[in-house]
């Protein structure tokens, strides 16, 4: 059973690029969030996509912004890149579907670092 | 208001001993949902354990348990035996409303050190 899986690792940008983070979701899974996690501090919601439509968002500009594929997986990209954004990505999926407690279960993150 | 609060930044264990983490939550909603996950220092969060607000009993999973007072709000996490591998982060995070199309709000999560 293939779980979430992120791409990439790690990457290394400069103020006022553009980054794309792709996740795949947990076989079987049809939504998607993505959550952001500054150093020290819980995992922030950034925005969930379901039916490839961002169904809810978080306190995130829109220089923040995303998409589902046909196949559920996801990117998420951010314009502008600000030294503020350096953080830990993660991406977790869901099943909307589910009639007991639609568990998010959680890739293994990308970590940018914005210099 | 913070509505998940963990107010043990750090927690030391011996192995085999059992400890709890604490986790308070605030919300208005009467339908809700409590997850513990564990974040090891590569960065996954690994899930652990979740309580249905309308859940008669506490939730088991293994070494792991859910000590569930709602008249308290409070929703700690017990684990028993302690191992060495459970040196992590530990997070309590909430999800208010029905389930589907639903978010997560997490604390700032508590340290784990177990020493042998």
């Known amino acids: 059973d293939a779980g979430v899986t992120q791409s990439p690792t790690h990457l290394i940008k400069t103020r006022g690029q553009q980054v794309t983070l792709r996740c795949s979701p947990k076989?079987?899974?049809?939504?998607v969030s993505w959550y952001q996690q500054a150093l020290g501090q819980g995992p922030q919601f950034i925005f969930q996509y379901y039916e490839e439509e961002e169904r809810q968002r978080g306190n995130f500009p829109d220089r923040f912004s995303g998409h589902q594929f046909p196949n559920y997986s996801s990117e998420l990209n951010v314009n502008a890149l600000l030294l503020g954004d350096s953080a830990l990505y993660l991406c977790a999926s869901s099943l909307v579907a589910s009639t007991s407690t639609d568990t998010q279960y959680f890739g293994p993150g990308t970590r940018l670092t914005v210099l | 208001a913070q509505k998940i609060t963990q107010t043990q930044p750090g927690m030391f264990v011996q192995e085999k001993e059992a400890v709890t983490l604490d986790c308070t939550y605030d919300?208005?909603?009467?339908?809700?949902?409590l997850f513990w996950y564990k974040q090891p220092s590569s960065g996954e969060m690994i899930f652990l354990i979740y309580q249905g607000s309308y859940d008669q009993q506490n939730a088991t999973e293994g070494r792991y348990s859910l000590n569930f007072q709602k008249a308290r709000k409070s929703a700690n996490l017990v684990i028993s035996a302690s191992q060495l591998g459970d040196s992590a982060m530990y997070f309590c995070?909430?999800?208010?409303?029905?389930?589907?199309?639903?978010?997560?709000?997490f604390g700032k999560g508590t340290m784990l050190l177990v020493s042998p």
């Open positions: 919300t208005s909603d009467p339908s809700y949902g």
């Open positions: 076989s079987g899974h049809d939504t």
């Open positions: 995070a909430m999800r208010e409303g029905r389930s589907g199309y639903s978010t997560l709000t």
